[in-house]
């Protein structure tokens, strides 16, 4: 309960060779479990953000059409549009 205490509370010396110590001991067992669930967490993290990536796309698309929906019903022309025909867009 000492090298806990220690551990938590800063340690010292010993403390840290200890744990060290535990660690390359542990290392080689620990090693086979946290490969395969670092491999899944990161195939999670792929998955997520290629959904995100397909939500956000469809909703910039969404909204354009919006947009453009909106510009049609009420006749507006988009800034690129009048300045081909030569007037001067509305602020």
């Known amino acids: 309960m000492a090298l806990l205490d220690d551990v938590v509370n800063g340690g010292n010396l010993v403390t840290g060779v200890a744990v ?7 290392w080689p067992l620990i090693r086979l479990v946290a490969r395969p ?3 899944s967490l990161i195939k999670g993290g792929l998955i997520a953000y290629r959904g995100a990536e397909q ?17 049609q019903e ?3 022309k988009t800034p690129a549009e009048s300045h081909a025909e030569g007037s001067t867009p509305r602020a």
């Open 20 to 26: 060290g110590a535990g660690a390359l001991v542990a």
């Open 37 to 39: 669930v670092a491999k």
């Open 55 to 71: 939500l956000y796309a469809g909703a910039v698309e969404g909204v354009g059409d919006l947009v453009s929906e909106a510009q």
């Open 74 to 76: 009420i006749g507006a």
